[in-house]
């Protein structure tokens, strides 16, 4: 049996796969065929002409191997307007190019079946079916397309659309109008070495591939050795350089399908849309070309789109968590900060080294530095003990940063503090915080990540706490007892005893 696949035949065309005659080579995919079912006879078909005449090739003998009569199986199984063949021919496409690829599957199919219409298929018969994966008339005793259109009928119908769609194929116009080039020479084309003429490049692949086949010749006889019924060893290795040639052929057959597929001689558009897209963008696109030969264009393209999508999604998230981090919580403030940050880079690279080490070395006086605002004293890493005016010693106590309530300047603070040190507990690990187990950790301040850290609290639960101790310490005019906080906590008492020595050292709260 001959099988002709159209791998590289023009989309929406009659096409399928071919069967002819093994003696007479008549094309007889649309008649009754006669298989030969011996092992020796592999995909060995006859026309009926042939058969009833007693005639064989090559090993067939046609008085004692077995036969099989195969009909065309124009008759509708599942849908109206499909046949069981072209059912078959699906399947068996799908198979062979792997479903996805409707183009090659329809070309498979034949019959001016359409990519749209072979995928729209698929998917209302098999994977919308509700006897999923198998159509909804699969039973063998479901007859009713078979009573309701007859043979004859769906044949006469089918017909009817192929002559149809080849009219329609033949007044339809070219879906890229041909530029006719001023000559088939590389030099007249935007790619180097490619001529339009003759659609070849000056170096093909695989080019010395017709050097092994260049002085090979095949006398008449030659082939099979009388007296052994063997094939001559010469030709088979002929034969056998003969299929690595063919395969290099296809090799390269492919390899243009996908340049001309994807539009890769188009040199200045490609450029062009390079030139839009950023350096990593680029490079993103260019380690993803690999895959357009597994894919068509428009596949690809938004393949491509897809991955650059993530990329700049990926880019806006990381702008956001260093916002974040930054503490700004809002767009305004984030464009502020990025112009800002764009304009220090820019005048750091313009400025030369030698006046940097001079603005260095210069003995300028040190600009004074702004008093802090109201809003200033609330986001500082120390918060102000709000005590009542009426309180005893309220202006006595020292406030930690250096700030009383509203931004006023206290005389009595203390800016030169001790730093605190957390005594660690026996017999205890610190914890250290990652991304995914500290997701409040940017909420905390150094001295308090390490109380955290040194007692094993997640920052959750330490952030309950302090509010907790807090407004108890505000209703009770900034003073508690250490028992007091362990009746609040419920938590372990040597950690209840660091968080409340921490916050008495901050100033946050004072012992009663």
Known sequence: MGVIKKK??????????????????????????????????????????????????????????PYSVIEQHSIPIYAEDWGADEELMLLEGAETYGLGSWADIADHIGGYRTKDEVKKHYEDI???????????????????????????????????RIEQRKEAAKTAPPATPKQKPTASVPACHEVAGYMPGRMEFETEY??????GVQHMQFDPGDGMNPRTEDLDPEVELKLAVMDIYNS???????????????????????????????????????????????????????????????????????????????????????????????????KVQTMPAVDRLAMARSNKPTPPVDQPSAAAALVAPELPIRLNPAGPNFNDRALTN???????????????????TIPPLPNVQPLRFENENASDLHLLTKEEQ???????????????????????????????????????????????????????????????
């Open 8 to 65: 590289i035949a023009t989309r929406g065309t009659e096409g399928g796969v071919k069967y002819v005659c093994d003696v007479c080579s008549g094309d007889i995919t649309s008649t009754v065929r006669i298989r030969c079912g011996h092992p020796a006879c592999h995909d060995y078909d006859l026309c009926v002409p042939c058969f009833s005449n007693g005639e064989s090739s090559k090993d067939h003998d046609p008085s004692s191997h």
């Open 450 to 512: 390490q109380l955290c850290s040194a007692i094993r609290i997640y920052p959750k639960p330490y952030l309950v706490m302090k509010e907790l101790l807090l407004k108890e310490a505000m209703k009770q005019g900034g003073g508690m007892k250490k028992k007091t906080a362990r009746d609040i906590c419920k938590i372990d008492v040597n950690k209840c005893g660091r968080i409340f020595d921490f916050f008495v050292h901050a100033g946050w709260l004072a012992k009663a």
């Open 402 to 420: 250096g700030h009383a309530v509203n931004g006023t300047a206290s005389p009595s603070a203390t800016p030169n503090k001790p730093k605190y």
């Open 206 to 211: 695989f080019n010395e591939a017709e050097e």
């Open 126 to 160: 098999y994977v919308d079916s509700p006897n999923f994966p198998l159509p909804e008339k699969a039973s063998p005793h479901d007859r009713s397309l078979l009573d309701a259109i007859s043979r004859d009928e769906f044949q006469a119908r089918k017909k009817r």
């Open 248 to 346: 290099r052929l296809t090799a390269r057959a492919n390899r243009k399908k996908v340049i001309f597929e994807h539009n890769l001689l188009e040199y200045r558009k490609n450029t062009a849309l390079d030139k839009k897209r950023t350096k990593e963008e680029r490079d993103l696109v260019n380690k993803a070309k690999p895959f357009a030969r597994m894919m068509p264009r428009q596949d690809f393209e938004q393949f491509c789109a897809g991955l650059v999508y993530e990329y700049n999604l990926r880019q806006a998230i990381t702008q956001l968590q260093d916002w974040r981090q930054m503490g700004l919580g809002d767009f305004k403030r984030g464009e502020k900060y990025e112009a800002e940050k764009l304009q220090r880079a820019q």
